[in-house]
């Protein structure tokens, strides 16, 4: 997948913790974590909004995209 996500490095400079994040957005730990560890193929913009506001971020922070192609096969 193209869509890389960072949500543990922005997690370690706001130094909070998994149990604390999933607590303030309201989502379990589990499914906290499997986005923590890009284990996911999707994510609600709800989600997405909570955990920006708790981390003070951009959804940019979080996502990144990371084209895969090589230089060969770009025209």
Do not use: W
């Not at 379990?28 to 986005?35: C, E, G, K, P």
Request: glycine fraction near 4%.
């Amino acid at each position: 997948m193209a869509i890389i996500l960072r949500l543990d490095r922005v997690m370690a400079d706001r130094k909070m913790s998994l149990n604390e994040l999933s607590a303030r957005v309201g989502i379990s730990t589990v499914n906290l974590s499997n986005l923590k560890t890009g284990k996911v193929k999707a994510i609600r913009f709800s989600t997405l909004d909570a955990i920006c506001r708790e981390l003070n971020c951009q959804p940019g922070d979080i996502l990144e995209y990371q084209n895969k192609r090589s230089d060969h096969e770009i025209s």
